[in-house]
């Protein structure tokens, strides 16, 4: 019986030595740089709340450790029209953002941008899908067109003459 406020004794300590870790890590920057569009993304990490980086903003001071993406948005215009692409991963390179003391880490995601075909067969069916990767390798999910889902994207299969062999339409999910 002597021996049960050890317990509590030893919580209290371990408490109050994690919150000294936490409070008195050194501090460290980190940037988001999406060359030609507008970005943002959101890091969240094991013992701080989560940050929101912008591309227009100076580096972010945060505390020392690895974040981990959340969420990525890159908005662009072409000509009068505005696309905004999504993702909330895959994350390529991003999976773990490391922010070391004093030093800035610079995240780049977004263009130039690639389509990733997908190709699964089943028998005798076959499905073909794409996705769009960024530089840093993260996957986007989601196009939107001034505010609205873009349409499916057409397919034609076409031989070494030019003769359309098959077309068709993308189909989302």
Same mark, same amino acid.
């Given at each position: ?18 919150? *000294? ?15 030609? *569009? ?19 903003? #100076? ?24 696309? +905004? ?13 490391? *922010? ?23 028998? +005798? ?9 960024? +530089?840093?390798? #993260? ?9 609205? +889902? ?24």
């Amino acid at each position: 019986m002597k021996k049960l406020w050890l317990l509590p004794v030893l919580v209290i300590v371990f408490i109050g030595i994690m919150l *000294v870790y936490t409070f008195t890590r050194p501090d460290g920057y980190v940037r988001l740089e999406t060359p030609g *569009v507008q970005g943002s993304i959101s890091l969240h990490g094991n013992w701080s709340r989560g940050i929101t980086l912008t591309s227009e903003a #100076e580096p972010q001071t945060v505390r020392c450790g690895t974040y981990q993406p959340r969420q990525l948005d890159l908005l662009a215009k072409q000509g009068v029209d505005w696309y +905004r692409l999504y993702s909330s991963g895959p994350w390529g390179q991003l999976g773990e953002v490391e *922010v070391k003391p004093e030093e800035t880490t610079v995240l780049q995601p977004g263009p130039p941008l690639t389509l990733k075909a997908d190709v699964n067969r089943r028998g +005798r069916k076959v499905s073909v899908g794409f996705t769009i990767v960024g +530089r840093a390798g #993260e996957e986007y999910e989601t196009v939107v067109k001034n505010g609205k +889902r873009t349409p499916a994207p057409m397919v034609k299969i076409v031989d070494d003459k030019g003769n359309t062999l098959a077309s068709g339409k993308f189909e989302y999910g």
